[in-house]
Every structure is written in structure tokens, then in C-alpha cells.
């Protein structure tokens, strides 16, 4: 990674009053996006006293007062910092919220700021005690890794500059240089569906991003996820195609530690079947999606999860 890895803490304790501070139109009013996100984080689970169990990595987390999470600072709808508050807001931003609350009794996070190629290194480590930053599972990565979930599923899509023609299909990225992330699905995929191909990789979306703006690469290839919330934020961004592979996302935990997999895969189910998921959807990746949330992939229903 060419950068330091930053670190930020989140703390939610602040939430209403960030929703106060940030409406103009009526002093003291909360606006109709911070009520939600106050109203999912209410609803969300909390455990038994029984299921932290003495010595288990659910203690030493709640004993700490904190969940340190791997995550990004610049995804939008899934994990993005917001300049006014400096709450990291997204999808996955409030999944790691929601358990945070479930563990401590109160939604207290401190986000770290990884990349795709760093974030086996933090969970091996102990920098980090969960990763949520659309982490697809692959039966390679569940070799260095657990992954609770599967939690959401996306796929791969790709995105050109407005105006690019001649690129409707994997094929086509055949004798064109494509951008992806470092570490990433993106990567096989070129190969196998394209493999005549010059593959560039970078360690970021924004990286990505500026990169094929700068026309460094003709095409990136990334989750549809990250691809429509970049398309909506910058119109310069044309998505071309449907997603052409299935990508389950997981929640990466350290190898090995069974215990906290357990404990994180019942409290997904709990907020699977108390709404809480649903809604952070809803919150995040459901105001430029149209429709209801889509159903919850059941958990443990991939290789390596």
C-alpha cells in the first residue's frame, strides 16, 4: 500500500446531536436520514451476558469499549466518511455499528482505513478485529482468513467513461488495458473471460476511478455495488454491462477463531429476522437502488464461509 493506513474513531454517541447541527431548514430538527439511521441502530440486537464467553474475543472487545473494524473512509453507500459530521457512513459502515452494539451494548467503532491487499495482514495481526469492506469470500482467501455470512451479494460489472463505445460485454476488454483493484475477483475474471487483456491495478476504488478518468485504462472492472454509487456521484462514469459473476460478500474475522464466527453469524441472522438488515440497506445502498431490499444470501451457503 502506498499510503499509511489511518486510522479514525467513530463514536455514535453524538449521533442525534450531528443530526441536530445539520439542518439548516429547522434549528433542533433531525432530518429524515439521521432519524433512520438512529431508528436501525435502536432496533439492533444486543447479546446475552452468556454469549460473551470469559476469554473469547468477544470480551476483550467489549472489555476495550470498542470494535476496531477494517475498513474504507471513501466508498460511497458503503463506507464513507461525511465531512460535516465525520461519521463513517454506508452499508457496510453501519453493519459494523450494529455489531459493535450487539457486543458492547453501544455502537462504538473505530474504523481502519485498509486496502484489498492489507487486509489479511490486519486480521492476522490483531489490528483489527473484523473487516467489512465489500470483501467477496473466495475458497483462497477462507485459507488465511474466516469469513462469517455470507451478508450481501454483488458482481462483477464494468464501467467506462461516458461516451466510450465499443465495450458491452467481458469479451470486448480483449487487446485493451482494464483497470481493477489490487487483490481483488476483478482480476481472474479479466483473465478467464478476457485474457488478451493489460491488466492495471491500483489499490483503491478512487484510485480506479481517476485512473480511467485520466485514461489511463479504457474499462475498471469492480462490484456493481461500488460502480453504481461512483456512476451516481460522477456522471463522467457509464456502467455497461449486468454483472457477470456472483460475489458473496463476507465479514473476514481472524483464521481460526471459530468461537467469534459462531457469535458474529448469529447475530447476522438476528438482524436479518429483526428487520435491522433490511433497513441498513435501505439507508444506504437503497437510495439509488430502486425497490425493496433484496433477500439476505443465506449464511454459510458458499465455499469458504
Known amino acids: 500500500m502506498k499510503r499509511l493506513v489511518a486510522v479514525v474513531a467513530v463514536s455514535l454517541l ?19 436520514q439521521a432519524k433512520a439511521k438512529v431508528d436501525v441502530l435502536a432496533q439492533a ?3 446475552a451476558a452468556a454469549d460473551i464467553l470469559p476469554g473469547s474475543t468477544m470480551e476483550k472487545i467489549k472489555q476495550r469499549g470498542e470494535l476496531i473494524v477494517g475498513g474504507s473512509l471513501d466508498a460511497p453507500l458503503l463506507s464513507q466518511q461525511n465531512p460535516a459530521t465525520g461519521e463513517i457512513e454506508g452499508f457496510d ?9 450487539y457486543i458492547i451494548g453501544q455502537p462504538k467503532v473505530k474504523i481502519v482505513n485498509s486496502a484489498s491487499e492489507t487486509r489479511e495482514a490486519l486480521l492476522a495481526n490483531g489490528t483489527v478485529d473484523v473487516v467489512f469492506q465489500t470483501y467477496t469470500i473466495t475458497p483462497e482467501r477462507a485459507k488465511q482468513v474466516a469469513f462469517a455470512g455470507p451478508y450481501y451479494t454483488s458482481g462483477l460489472t464494468i464501467a467506462v467513461k461516458k461516451g466510450t463505445t ?4 467481458p469479451e470486448d476488454l480483449n487487446g485493451k488495458k482494464v483497470l481493477a483493484g489490487a487483490n481483488t475477483p476483478a ?24 485512473a480511467l478518468k485520466q485514461d489511463r485504462g479504457v474499462a475498471y ?21 449486468k454483472p457477470f459473476t456472483v460475489d458473496p460478500y463476507g465479514i473476514g474475522l481472524k483464521h481460526g477463531d471459530d468461537q467469534f464466527k459462531t457469535f458474529t453469524n448469529a447475530w447476522l441472522k438476528k438482524m436479518q429476522d429483526a428487520g435491522a438488515w433490511q433497513q441498513i440497506w435501505k439507508n444506504s445502498i437503497g437510495t439509488v ?16 464461509s
Open 45 to 47: 440486537p444486543v447479546a
Open 14 to 32: 453524538g449521533l442525534t446531536a450531528c443530526g441536530e447541527t445539520s439542518s439548516p431548514a429547522v434549528p433542533g430538527a433531525v432530518p429524515e
Open 221 to 241: 472492472v469492480q462490484d456493481e455495488t461500488l460502480l453504481i454509487a461512483d456512476a451516481k456521484k460522477d456522471p463522467s462514469i457509464q456502467i455497461v454491462t
Open 93 to 101: 459502515a453501519d453493519l459494523g455499528k450494529a455489531l459493535a452494539k
Open 166 to 169: 465499443g465495450i458491452a460485454k
Open 289 to 304: 437502488v430502486v425497490g425493496d431490499a433484496p433477500q439476505p444470501p443465506q449464511i454459510g451457503s458458499v465455499p469458504g
Open 187 to 210: 482480476i481472474p475474471a479479466i483473465k478467464k473471460l478476457a485474457p488478451q487483456a493489460e491488466i492495471i491495478t491500483f489499490g483503491s476504488d478512487p484510485e480506479c476511478l481517476q
